[in-house]
């Protein structure tokens, strides 16, 4: 294939990126003019590039306007990477829900931000902004913090160099104090948020680790931050954290190390928090 080949297709494969992702979590159907609008694209290539993506299924038509398509879906499931994880980790996830009445997350770090895997939402939490699927800035979130205190220095690097823009009224915008806590993390093996990614919301999580100590995902418990007791409820977390670990990685002795268990001892039994006054 010939330069002139290659940066044809690459091209062609950046648009068809572009217009896919166009769609929001809150869009049904778009018309041209808006996928135009939204990608930069000229009308002309977004009514060619959805013809073709429409014959393939990954976009459907509703009238004159486009939607994505099931096909999109029934590609998402064949992740299998992330769906070993997401199957693997929802019993504890319930058992955290069940034992707090509160919602549970388990996330990834893609980039600069998390992408949420699975959701568990609980009868005595507030409306939170994650949604499966969702993404949300790594910096403004408990998950995320977790995650970058167990990465590699040039991943955090990146983060830091921002912006680390505010998202909450109390979100970390100062790299200083942004590598400080994420210290603090790596040593006590828990990540805290208040009011971080939104008003009023509270967060602890806890990394999902490697066998090499690298963190894979986060478990998070989120609720009301005058309701949830959260230096409470993070010892669950993190007792979830390591149980599910231990279940995804193939070398338990050396993660315990990591976390400061030792894999000879009893794992500590979930707390339960007192029931919110």
């Known amino acids: 294939m010939c330069p002139a080949e290659r940066n044809a297709e ?58 994505l398509g099931l096909r999109l879906f029934e590609i998402g499931q064949l992740a299998v990477r992330q769906r070993g994880l997401v199957d693997a980790a929802r019993p504890y996830l319930a058992d955290l829900r069940e034992a707090t009445r509160n919602t549970v997350h388990l996330a990834v770090l893609e980039g600069t931000e998390v992408v949420y895997l699975e959701i568990q939402r609980g009868p005595d939490s507030p409306r939170l902004p ?8 790594a910096h403004a979130t408990a998950v995320g913090k977790a995650i970058l205190a167990h990465s590699p220095a040039g991943l955090v690097d990146a983060v830091l160099a921002g912006p680390l823009r505010p998202v909450g009224p109390r979100t970390v915008t100062a790299p200083g104090l942004l590598r400080r806590q994420l210290a603090r993390v790596r040593e006590e093996g828990i990540a805290y948020e208040r009011e971080e990614s939104a008003a009023g919301v509270t967060c602890a999580a806890s990394p999902v680790l490697d066998a090499d100590g690298r963190a894979l995902a986060a478990l998070s418990i989120s609720g009301w931050l005058s309701r949830m007791r959260v230096r409470t409820v993070a010892p669950a977390v993190r007792t979830a954290a390591l149980a599910l670990s231990r279940a995804v990685t193939p070398s338990a002795d050396r993660l315990s190390v990591h976390l400061g268990q030792s894999r000879r001892g009893p794992l500590p039994d979930p707390v339960r928090p007192p029931a919110p006054r």
Do not use: N, Q, Y
Request: glycine fraction near 16%; avoid cysteine.
């Open 130 to 137: 994650s949604r499966i699927g969702g993404r949300f800035p």
């Open 10 to 67: 690459t091209a062609t494969a950046g648009r068809i990126a572009a217009l896919l992702a166009a769609f929001g979590p809150d869009d049904g159907a778009l018309g041209v003019s808006e996928l135009a609008r939204r990608t930069g694209l000229p009308k002309s290539s977004v009514h060619r590039l959805s013809t073709h993506l429409t014959g393939h299924g990954l976009l459907e038509r509703d009238g004159t306007r486009l939607r």
